[in-house]
Nanobody, 125 residues
């Protein structure tokens, strides 16, 4: 049974940094993309970043490119999203997801097969 378990969310002040983690289990993720999506209240889920599990190629949303860094530790079966200079607009539930590697579809949430339960990140204004 595939499980993606996020952790590390919380309430932080504007300008602070936070790292959220996703521990993956239940299958071999070689050949998969691991993605981070976020969903703010009243808004659609949006792509933030993704990384190839095997090769480590990274992909970012334009809004995340300058402040977010995605990485993975294969030995720990964990994917990280480091978020710097957080803004109130970053407030959302952050979801980890996994999909068969496809660079044309890496930003599409409906391409992803496995999802975690999400972790809340709140940046008060």
């Amino acid at each position: 049974q595939v499980q993606l378990v996020e952790s590390g969310g919380g309430l932080v002040q504007a300008g602070a940094s936070l790292r959220v983690s996703c521990t993956a289990s239940g299958r071999d993720f070689r050949g998969y993309h691991m993605g981070w999506f976020r969903q703010a209240p009243g808004k659609e889920r949006e792509f933030a970043a993704a990384i190839g599990w095997s090769g480590g190629t990274t992909y970012y949303a334009d809004s995340a490119k300058s402040r977010f860094t995605i990485s993975r530790d294969i030995a720990k079966s964990t994917v990280y999203l480091q978020m710097n200079s957080l803004e109130p607009g970053d407030t959302a539930v952050y979801y980890c997801a996994a999909a068969p590697a496809n660079k044309q579809r890496v930003r599409e949430s409906n391409w992803y097969v496995y999802w975690g339960q999400g972790t809340q990140v709140t940046v008060p204004s």
